[in-house]
């Protein structure tokens, strides 16, 4: 066993040298290419070279979580800075990003990318997960990319997540997860930094956060690693990362013992939410209501209102969503929520409950239309796609076919 002041200085060694180029391992420059880490070539457009050079994560917190402009957001080893400068654009002028990290090395690197950016609400701030330089109840996103399987001590970080978040405030963390990982290589010092030795299994993630008092701790994404991306982890002398771990526990022992996953949770408290569940033959009048209010077509949706969801709030229903499936594709539709009730998160809340139910009856790719939502798709991991590729079965329904206009953007995920 290793102490925690060598896992915390081996670490912080190894992110020093990433900051100033040399090879870090859990991210893009060494093992696991954007496409795996889920960024979309769209929002890294605008970012500086140097900050998505220096993306060193293993997902992409933001694509599943619903910041909102104005919003206070903190990233927990923000590392380069490339996730706190896509969430400073998603909060605007009114909004403010916090990056906290324990490198001095990664902080001015940071710094400079925000300022080359040229983002005024991005601050970073040098501390550590278990002791985060940040107030109270005072941050209503937070999220993290690749970082707290680096901590020694993971239900430190958990409580002060529950700490600095405001009651009702969400998180959303990317991380490296593992199974049984053989003591080998819980004890490799090289293998802690590469994201690997302190690897907890998803089931003790989804423990520590609801043990830490979290509300709704759900996975959103699992990416697993091949072979050659764990040989990287693990420090195979041929990997492409080339730090090795030094371990004698080759990859294949390892195969399907490793992925990246993407947990969402709430801090409980705060304006009490509306109940998200199944709808029922008697929730068809309200869903129809809310449609029409919208202006949103209303074909349909009785003959698929085993697939659809209200959000119900003292009593009534308050927002809806639901898809028309076809075998192993989806298409989503009606995503409504009443004026009132709007900005609160409840649309994203309806969306990924649908998400999360479609997996369940075995759907792999859903489709969408959206003339004004396209945006906030994009950020739930909806990219465009051109019309004749949706697949015949959903052509012919008549959300499709009769419902919105032929101009409406065709949105599609694999999920
Ligand atoms: C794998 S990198 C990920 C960086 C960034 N999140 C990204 O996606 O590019 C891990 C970062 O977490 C920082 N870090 C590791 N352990 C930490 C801790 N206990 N407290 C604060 N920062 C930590 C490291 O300094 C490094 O910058």
């Not at 707290?148 to 002060?160: Q, T």
């Not at 004749?388 to 999920?415: H, I, N, Q």
Request: aromatic share 4%; net charge negative.
């Amino acid at each position: 066993m290793r102490s925690n002041e060598e896992i915390k200085a081996a670490v912080q060694e190894r992110y020093a040298q990433a900051a100033q180029g040399q090879t870090g391992c859990c991210g893009p420059s060494g093992s696991v290419t954007f496409q795996v880490a889920g960024y979309g070539a769209d929002e890294l457009k605008g970012l500086p070279q140097e900050a998505v050079g220096g993306a060193l994560g293993c997902g992409n917190p933001l694509a599943f979580a619903g910041v909102e402009p104005g919003q206070v957001v903190l990233d927990i080893g923000s590392g380069a800075g490339i996730d706190c400068l896509l969430a400073a654009e998603r909060v605007g002028p009114a909004g403010r990003v916090i990056g906290v990290d324990m490198t001095p090395e990664m902080l001015r690197r940071a710094e400079a990318n925000a300022a080359a950016a040229g983002h005024t609400n991005v601050e970073f701030r040098l501390g550590e997960a278990e002791r985060l330089p940040v107030a109270d109840a005072s941050v209503d996103w937070i999220i993290s990319n690749c970082v707290i399987n680096l901590s020694p001590d993971k239900p430190a970080v958990f409580r002060e997540i529950s700490r600095v978040l405001r009651p009702g405030g969400r998180l959303l963390i990317a991380d490296v997860v593992a199974e049984a990982l053989p003591e080998q290589v819980r004890a490799d010092l090289t293998a802690w930094s590469s994201c690997l030795a302190g690897a907890i299994s998803e089931k003790e993630y989804v423990a520590g956060l609801e043990t830490a008092g979290f509300a709704d701790v759900q996975v959103v994404s699992r990416l697993p690693y091949e072979i050659g991306q764990i040989a990287a982890l693990a420090g195979a002398p041929e990997a492409a990362c080339g730090c090795g771990a030094a371990s004698e526990v080759g990859a294949d022992d390892l195969a399907g013992k490793v992925r990246s996953v993407s947990f969402s949770a709430r801090k409980p408290g705060g304006a009490n939410g509306p109940t998200i569940r199944a709808a029922g033959a008697a929730d068809l009048p309200a869903i129809h209501e809310l449609l029409e209010e919208a202006r949103l077509p209303t074909a349909g949706v009785a003959d698929h209102l085993a697939d659809f969801l209200v959000a119900e709030e003292a009593g009534r229903a308050v927002g809806a969503v639901g898809m028309e499936r076809a075998g192993e594709v989806a298409l989503f539709r009606s995503l409504v929520v009443r004026p009132g009730a709007r900005r609160r998160g409840i649309g994203e809340r309806l969306f990924r409950a649908l998400e999360a139910i479609a997996r369940a009856r075995g759907v792999k790719r859903a489709y969408l239309l959206t003339e004004t939502i396209e945006a906030r798709c994009r950020a739930w991991g909806f990219t465009r796609v051109p019309r004749e590729t949706v697949p015949a079965a959903l052509r012919a329904s008549p959300e499709f076919t009769g419902c919105c206009p032929a101009s409406a953007p065709l949105m599609a995920k694999d999920l």
